[in-house]
């Protein structure tokens, strides 16, 4: 059955953002990671975020008898982490692209928020702006390697949730149907659940998206 959902969650965050962040609002809300590890994956699953950001994913899934792994490229974003977990061995600081590098155990649920690219810039998040590496193009190819190395982590059948927006400063891009178009060369596209924010946004989108993936070795 393909799965098309609506969600109510709070937008609202556990912690304040560190000083580094200058203000920027990178986290998906705890909430919606909550919803979703009741919705895919039961106390004692093992869960990976390939871009674990500021943390979420692993703040929620131990304060939910999850086991999280994750790995995170910015080494200050890192630290910042690992000071606030239990599991301080299962986050690495690199680039999930190399992640048959790490040493990580067979995973039951892929939980993440990517660096988001709209499609007019040429600045790759993926490799921190190398212009060896600029484009659009490039960061859609780069995201469907890293998640064809991922499912090779994750159980048969297990499934892959990508949060995303559809960008809407300056002009509409449309992140989530691209990536969805791109990462189902490598998963099988379950469906999508719309998660409305019930806390007012003042800047943003007022919804947001997860795109829901499968690891059905297609
Ligand atoms: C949207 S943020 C994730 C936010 C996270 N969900 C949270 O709640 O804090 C994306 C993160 O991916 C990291 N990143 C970018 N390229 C990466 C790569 N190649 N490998 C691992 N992490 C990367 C960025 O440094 C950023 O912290």
Redo the contacts with the bound molecule.
């Keep these: 059955m393909a799965i098309s959902d609506l969600l109510t969650v709070s937008n609202r965050h556990q912690f304040p953002l560190p000083d580094f962040q200058n203000g920027d609002e990178?986290?998906?809300p705890g909430a919606l990671v909550s919803a979703l590890l009741d919705r895919f994956t039961k106390p004692g699953d093992v869960v990976f975020?390939?871009?674990?950001?500021?943390?979420?994913?692993f703040f929620v899934c131990e304060q939910r008898g999850r086991l999280p792994y994750g790995?995170?490229?910015?080494r200050q974003?890192y630290e910042w982490v690992r000071e606030r977990i239990t599991a301080k061995h299962h986050l690495i600081c690199?680039?999930?692209?190399e992640l048959t590098a790490f040493d990580l155990p067979e995973m039951d649920f892929c939980i993440?928020?990517?660096?988001?690219m709209p499609h007019w810039h040429k600045w790759n998040?993926?490799?921190?702006g190398d212009p060896d590496y600029d484009g659009y193009d490039v960061y859609l190819k780069r995201m469907q390697e890293?998640y064809g190395r991922i499912c090779k982590r994750m159980k048969t059948d297990a499934y892959l949730v990508v949060q995303a927006d559809n960008l809407t400063s300056e002009q509409f891009s449309p992140l989530v149907w691209d990536l969805g178009r791109a990462l189902s060369e490598v998963m099988t596209l379950e469906g999508e659940i719309m998660v409305n924010w019930s806390d007012a946004v003042e800047n943003g989108n007022p919804f947001t998206q997860c795109l829901v993936f499968r690891n059905t070795g297609a």
């Design positions: 990178i986290r998906f975020d390939p871009f674990v950001g500021l943390g979420t994913t790995i995170e490229a910015d974003r690199g680039d999930s692209a993440t928020s990517p660096p988001y998040p993926l490799y921190n890293i």
